[in-house]
C-alpha cells in the first residue's frame, strides 16, 4: 500500500494491487515505431498486471505499524514482517502461474528481484537476499521457474520467447514497468515533491529494451503539472496515455487499534486519480 499525504488532515492511500494493474496498462500499450511490442504479448501484460497481485492477501485486512499508521510498501518486508511478505508474494506468483505459466516464470523473476536489487539492475533498492528466510525463497522460487521453464520449452508457441536473452528482456520490461507504475502511483498531485524515496524520474536507470538488435536505452519522465508528464523516448501506442486509479481517503492520525483503522479504511472515501503521459 502506498501511503501519500493528501492534505493536512487526509492520508491518501493506494492498494499495491491497483498499483499493479496500471503496471499492466504501460505494458499493453508498449510498442510504436521505435520500442517492440512486448512478447508473449498476453502473458508480459498479465505479469506486469498481476506482478503485485499477491498483496492482495493483506490488503483486505491492512495492519498498522507500530505508531498506529498505516504502513508504506516501501520497506514492507521488514515492517509487515518477512513470513508475512514471502508468504504472499508466493500465493501471488502461484495463483498467476496456473492461469500463464510464461506469466508466472515473469512473476516469480519479479518477487527475487525486489529481494535482491532487482536482480542487480537496481543498486538503490536493498539487498535482503543474506536473509536466511529471504534464501530460502530465492532458492524456492530458482527451482519454481526451472520447472516451468522446462515445460515451456516443450511447447510449442513459447519456443521463440523462452531463450536466456529473451527471458532476461522481458525481465527488464518488468521492471520499467513496476517503476514507471511507481512513479505514476506514488504521488499526488502528479508534481507533488513530498515523497523522498522511490523511483527517480529516469525510473532509478533501469535499462530499458527498445527492439532486437538495438542498445538499451533510459527514459526520462518530466512531471510538467498537477496531472501531465512529457516522456522521453516515447514508449506507448498512444499519445497521451491516460491512466486513473483509485485511491481511499483516511483520517491523518495515529490509530487507537487495528478495528478503529479499518472502520476508517473499509469507510474511506473513494476517488480517482488521472494522469497523463505525453510524447512531447
Same mark, same amino acid.
Not at 491497483?18 to 508498449?30: C, V
Not at 502473458?43 to 507500530?66: F, M
Given at each position: ?20 494493474? %496500471? ?11 521505435v ?28 495492519? =498498522? ?6 504502513p ?20 501471488g ?40 528466510e529471504?534464501?530460502? @525463497? %530465492?532458492?524456492e522460487q ?5 520447472? =516451468?521453464?522446462?515445460? $515451456? ?13 529473451h ?6 520490461l518488468?521492471?520499467? @514497468?513496476? +517503476?514507471?507504475? +511507481?512513479l505514476?502511483?506514488?504521488r ?5 515533491t ?5 523511483p527517480?524520474?529516469? $525510473? ?9 538488435? +538495438? ?25 497521451? =496515455?491516460?491512466?486513473? @486509479? ?11 487499534? +487495528?478495528?478503529?483503522?479499518?472502520a ?16 512531447r
Amino acid at each position: 500500500m502506498m501511503v501519500c499525504p493528501y492534505n493536512n488532515d487526509y492520508l491518501l492511500l493506494i492498494l499495491q494491487t491497483d498499483h499493479s494493474r %496500471i503496471a499492466g496498462l504501460l505494458a499493453a500499450h508498449w510498442g510504436n515505431e521505435v520500442f517492440s511490442s512486448p512478447r508473449p504479448y498476453a502473458s508480459i501484460v498479465l505479469a506486469a498486471q498481476e506482478h503485485d497481485g499477491g498483496w492482495w492477501d493483506w490488503e483486505v485486512r491492512p495492519t =498498522l505499524n507500530e505508531q498506529g499508521y498505516p504502513p508504506d510498501y516501501i520497506g514492507s518486508i521488514r515492517h509487515l514482517g518477512r513470513t508475512v511478505w514471502l508468504d504472499f508474494y508466493r500465493n501471488g506468483i502461484a495463483r498467476v502461474a496456473e492461469r500463464d505459466p510464461y506469466a508466472g516464470y515473469c512473476v516469480s523473476m519479479h518477487g527475487e528481484g525486489l529481494l535482491t536489487q532487482g536482480l542487480g539492475l537496481l543498486s538503490y533498492m536493498p539487498d535482503y537476499s543474506g536473509m536466511p528466510e529471504v534464501r530460502s @525463497f %530465492i532458492r524456492e522460487q530458482q527451482d519454481f521457474r526451472s520447472a =516451468l521453464l522446462k515445460d $515451456l520449452r516443450q511447447r510449442e508457441e513459447y519456443r521463440e520467447v523462452t531463450s536466456d536473452e529473451h527471458l532476461w528482456t522481458n525481465f527488464k520490461l518488468m521492471e520499467v @514497468f513496476d +517503476q514507471m507504475a +511507481q512513479l505514476i502511483c506514488n504521488r499526488y498531485p502528479f508534481n507533488s515533491t513530498e515523497r523522498k524515496n522511490g523511483p527517480t524520474n529516469r $525510473l532509478s536507470n533501469v535499462p530499458v529494451p527498445v527492439r532486437p538488435g +538495438q542498445e538499451d536505452t533510459t527514459l526520462t519522465v518530466d512531471i510538467l503539472d498537477e496531472e501531465r508528464a512529457i516522456v522521453r523516448s516515447y514508449p506507448f501506442d498512444v499519445d497521451p =496515455l491516460v491512466v486513473s @486509479f483509485p485511491a481511499r481517503l483516511v483520517p491523518n492520525r495515529p490509530y487507537k487499534s +487495528q478495528e478503529s483503522f479499518l472502520a476508517s479504511f473499509y469507510r474511506a472515501e473513494r476517488i480517482t486519480i488521472t494522469y497523463s503521459m505525453h510524447a512531447r
